[in-house]
Each structure stands twice: as structure tokens, then as C-alpha cells.
């Protein structure tokens, strides 16, 4: 395909917006559906023009109460959203009606007949199910949200689910794991559609901290310390989460608390899961990745590496690649600060 037949290309031309759809019904997050919109409404606003036109599906047209009670307004039913040609894109809400959907099976047959003609399908949290339930994640990749991943897996033994991932992409399926989450993967479509300095200006223009790729973890370690730990323990935890980069050798960390160094390691491993090594390394990695996207230039690995006691340059380098899946440098050039010039408005227009 040459260049001037490609999508991009067509796109920068002035191409036909893609169309989006959401399905929403009773008792659905009403986050997992305002939050990718949004997302594909400011790529609109930050482009200038319309890259997307947006649908709210349901299983009648007219208003439905969401999970907390607040109430939406659908605009199309399956048929409606028949005779107007099959969207681009269409995602599935979660949220705790799911449940009761996959058990009425309103939305299967329209899913079914709707899943060969668009180009992505995809789900936010625990709208996986649905999905499943349809048979249509059959042999695929999948992630939800955490509390839900065994539920899944067990419901549906033919899907792979990757209970950690925030967003996880195969063949034309997407799923997310909880609420934000579904943000962040609405986001990797804008980049995927018009590029990373839009998708970019729309993460700024929502005020997110940054886009995250997808394998990152659902939750930090600061959510997972809090849910797993009390006492004693938990004092120590927050004292290493308030100063990372301090000195926290295994015998201080022991002394701390009053225990052989033996004791505390049994205590992480039976409590966390892990190492307090190995605990301790992760926080320090995402401190020195905090660092490195607020940068601008990257500031230089070894001087990373020094500050966060992570060893040398190429120790931080092995150590981010296996936790977040790319070299620093790819993952500054993708989520990095940008300065902005003085004559480029720095909210979208």
C-alpha cells in the first residue's frame, strides 16, 4: 500500500470520521462509558475537527440508570445501529449489570452479528464477559478488572486472562481492566488512528499523569501495600513508599520493626508475595520512572540509576525493560514531557 492510499494518510486529508459506539445498559459503570468517550470527544476538540462520531447503544433508545445511580441517554438500539452501517469501533460498558445481561442474553445475538463487520471490538472492565458470553473472545488474550480476572478465567477456559494487564489487544479484540483503565485504552486507539502527539495532547488535556501502556500493572504498589497489610508492617511500608531512594538495607529494615532479618523476609513473602529486596527495587524503578517522563531531555541512566540506587546504567536499563516492557528511551519518547513552544496554545483549541 502506498503512502498516499494509506489510513493515515487519508486521515490528514480529511477522511470520514470513524465511528464509535458504546454499549451501555442498567446498572452499568457509568465511568467505563464517560471516560472513553471523552477521550475520542477531546481528539476531536484537540484536532480541530471531527475524527470521531460517537453513539451511545442500548438495548432500547432513551434514558438507563447507571451502577451509581446516575442516568444516561442512549441514542440508538442494535437495529437502529444496523441501518447505519457497522461502526469502526464499538465497546462494551461493565459495570455490576453485566452479570444480569449475560444472563438475559439481550445484547449476544447483536453482538454476534456485529463482531465480524467492525474493525475493533472491545470491552472495559467487566464487560469481558459479555463478550465471552457471546463467544467472542473464544482462543484470545484477555484482561478485566482484577477482582474478576479468576471469575473469567474459570467461566471461560478457552481465554487466556492476564489479570495484571491494564489493557490487553489480539486480533481485533480489546479488553481493560477496571474504570480508568478503559481511559488509557480509548487512548491507545487515538494513538493507534491519528498518531502519539495527539493522543498525547489529549492525555494532557484530560489532565491524566500519563498515558499508560497497556502491560503496565492495574494497580500501584502503594494500593497493593495498603490492601494487604497492617500493623507494624504497614508502618514500615509506608516509612519505604515516603522515601524510596533512602537507605534501607534488610538489617535496618529488620531492626525497624523488632525481627530477625529471616522474620521480615518470611513477613514480605507471606504478606506481599515477595522479596523486601525485590519490594523495595520495584518502588525505587517507579520513582526512576516518574523521574524519566518528567524529564525533558531524558535525564541520563546512570545518573537515574545513582539517585534511586538501582546500580548502573545498563542494571536500570535490564530492570525497566522487564517491568514495563520497553527501553527508557522508547519509554520517554512515547510518554515523555514535551516543552511546547511559546506560540502553541497548550490546552487544545
Known sequence: ????????????????????????????????????????????DCAGRRLYDLALVARAPGPLRTNGGLAMVADLDWAGLAARGAPDTLLVAGGSGVFAECKAG??????????????????????????????????????????????????????????????????????SAGVTAGIDLALSLVEADHGGELASRVARELVMFLHRPGGQSQ?????????????????????????P??????????????????????????????SPGAYL????????????IDGHPAPPLDRLAARWRLGGAEQLRRLFHRRYGVPPSVYHERFGARTVPLEEPTACP
Open 245 to 274: 531512594a533512602g537507605d534501607h538495607r534488610l538489617e535496618r529494615m529488620a531492626a525497624r520493626m523488632a525481627v530477625t532479618p529471616r522474620h521480615l523476609s518470611r513477613l514480605f513473602r507471606r504478606h506481599l508475595d515477595t
Open 1 to 44: 500500500m502506498s503512502e498516499a492510499s494509506s489510513p493515515r494518510h487519508r486521515t490528514l486529508l480529511g477522511a470520514s470520521p470513524r465511528r464509535v459506539a458504546l454499549l451501555a445498559y442498567p446498572d452499568c459503570q457509568a465511568l467505563d462509558v464517560s471516560g472513553p468517550w471523552q477521550v475520542f470527544a477531546s481528539a476531536n
Open 106 to 175: 439481550h445484547h449476544l445475538e447483536g453482538l454476534r452479528q456485529m463482531a465480524p463487520r467492525v474493525r475493533r471490538l472491545g470491552a472495559i472492565c467487566t464487560g469481558a464477559f459479555l463478550l465471552a458470553r457471546a463467544g467472542l473472545l473464544d482462543g484470545r488474550r484477555a484482561t478485566t478488572h482484577w477482582r474478576h480476572a479468576e471469575a473469567l478465567a474459570q467461566a471461560y477456559p478457552t481465554l487466556s486472562v492476564e489479570p495484571d494487564a491494564l489493557y490487553v489487544a489480539d486480533r481485533g479484540r480489546y479488553t
Open 281 to 292: 527495587t520495584q518502588l525505587r524503578l517507579e520513582g526512576a520512572r516518574r523521574e524519566l
Open 219 to 243: 494497580f500501584s504498589e502503594a494500593l497493593a501495600h495498603q490492601r494487604r497489610t497492617s500493623g507494624p508492617l504497614r508502618e514500615l511500608l509506608d516509612a519505604l513508599h515516603a522515601d
